[in-house]
DNA sequence: GGCTGTATGTTGACGAGGTCAACATGCCCC
DNA sequence: GGGGCATGTTGACCTCGTCAACATACAGCC
């Protein structure tokens, strides 16, 4: 952890406001973040973020477009087993998906849902998540040339797998989802679907 | 519209104040919800909404009930060409479903995301939510017996489905879609990714 | 090294909003 | 027709986001 002083007074507040946002909304949720409370959590007054951040907003935006790169770095990483037969990657990348949320519910629910109005006119947190989709299109399309899957619009395509993941992600991440449910079974199945349904039906 | 006076001062002031704080919701997104404010636009004072809802949340969760039992009649209302060949009604279920969501997006947000942990325990929120996926769950017994979808636990054939619709509603009102894509083909396409994913592959 | 300007951080104040307690009033039932 | 509870009102308090005025530290220049 970058925490020694490194610039000005504080040394890197701005990053340790993310940080830290980050952390609160992990214990306590979104609520809990309070300009108060994160400048007192991190030594500062209340009005120190504001040198940083124009408004709240601004600051919560940042710790979504941090969980966006957490989660393409996640999805990203499995690639070491890229090679892997068929389109297990796919499917690796749905449950790393899922995952994530589960990890870290506040967040990602922040990286969607959260003050969308105010917030999707974010240059930064679209780029963040549009890295996402393309990724996944990448994917697709890979899968695709070695007709593995239908050879349709990939984009189209890695809408409907994201859609996907994202829904069962935020329908367990709101409790929506009977407890009894075993996540995993539910998490195999949802992505088995959805590769089952891409299968390349030119066959048939 | 039941606006006469009903019971006492107000007359019904409860429906009222669910009606209202739909349509400011729907208006203005939840942020413009305040007691004051939905308050004022019924004639009644800031305190008023305490003598029929504990707190603000409450009141929320009531609308977010209404909504789900407005998306529940509407899903329903398919029934009438139930007997229509195949899958269809499970796909006209699914479109219903996110067409719902884009013409009610704040009151859609409002159902799912918003203050998850106050609110995940409100036995009512859960009960109109339980009751979706219960008719869910029934319509896919009726097509798996008839042959028509694979044969495995309807819940976790609902589950799936329902992430699907969630998910692609979710991204569209959240405004995660490209809007140069076609919505139509959209919702078809995922509709029909699931359906063909939940097709009997005993036959293969 | 000392000076000056700007990047940072602090504090006081304001207004919005949720909520509670004390108070007021209408309505039903006996 | 009066009592009592259901409703509604008001004043007050606290939290919170935010801004303006003020304070200060660090950098670079001489």
New interface residues.
């Given amino acids: 952890m970058a925490e020694r002083a490194r610039t000005y007074h504080h040394g890197d507040l701005r990053a340790s406001l993310v940080e830290e946002a980050a952390a609160m909304i992990s214990e306590g ?1 979104a ?1 809990s973040v309070t300009m108060r409370a994160i400048g007192s959590r991190l030594g500062v007054s209340r009005g120190a973020p504001y040198r940083h951040f124009p408004d709240k907003t601004a600051l919560l935006v940042a710790v979504a477009v941090a969980g966006f790169k957490r989660l393409n770095r996640r999805l990203g990483s499995g690639d070491a087993g890229a090679s892997s037969s068929s389109v297990e990657r796919l499917r690796r990348m749905g449950e790393q998906y899922v995952r994530f949320a589960l990890e870290h519910p506040a967040h990602y ?1 922040l990286m ?6 105010a917030r ?1 006119d974010q240059p930064e947190l679209r780029k963040a ?1 549009g890295a996402l ?1 393309e990724n996944l299109i990448d994917v697709i399309r890979v899968h695709q040339q070695r007709g593995e899957i239908e050879g ?1 619009d990939p ?3 890695a ?2 797998a ?7 992600a ?2 367990l ?6 407890p009894n ?1 075993d996540v995993d ?2 998490i195999r ?2 992505t ?7 299968r390349d ?1 030119s066959q048939d």
Avoid: C, F
């Fill in positions: 949720g609520a629910r969607y849902g959260k003050e969308a109005l999707q998540a989709l349709g984009r189209a395509q809408y409907v994201w859609s996907a993941v994202h829904g069962l935020s329908l991440i709101e409790r929506q989802i009977d449910v079974d539910l199945q949802t088995q679907t959805i590769l089952d349904g891409m039906r």
